[in-house]
């Protein structure tokens, strides 16, 4: 079992900056692959990023130029680095975990950009 921890979220006007952190406990493979996903009211969850130590990391056309994902020293810990933020990046975001084809969630963190 592998269980994800986000933080990070908040309210923030559109321009601003925000960074998610999320930490994996468990049974964590450092090769695995984790990510961010976002739901925003009414829309179905979508890919944000994605990280992978022998694959790297890779973006939403959506993101890319504003968002950086980054693993951190901690074995399980991923951020995401949000910057210019739109009012179209209100969402809750997601951790994901995947490994040997399981996925775990986190419980999310809600991201409100105002305009």
């Known amino acids: 079992q592998v269980q994800l921890v986000e933080s990070g979220g908040g309210l923030v006007q559109a321009g601003g900056s925000l960074r998610l952190s999320c930490a994996a406990s468990g049974d964590i493979f450092s090769g695995a692959t984790m990510g961010w996903y976002r739901q925003a009211p009414g829309k179905q969850r979508e890919l944000v990023a994605t990280?992978?130590?022998?694959?790297?990391?890779s973006l939403a056309d959506s993101v890319k130029g504003r968002f950086t994902i980054s693993r951190g020293n901690a074995k399980g810990t991923v951020y995401l680095q949000m910057n210019s933020l739109k009012p179209e990046d209100t969402a809750v975001y997601y951790c994901?975990?995947?490994?040997?084809?399981?996925?775990?969630w986190g419980q999310g963190t809600r991201v409100t950009v105002s305009s």
């Open positions: 994901h975990y995947r490994w040997a084809g399981y996925d775990y």
């Open positions: 990280i992978n130590k022998n694959i790297g990391a």
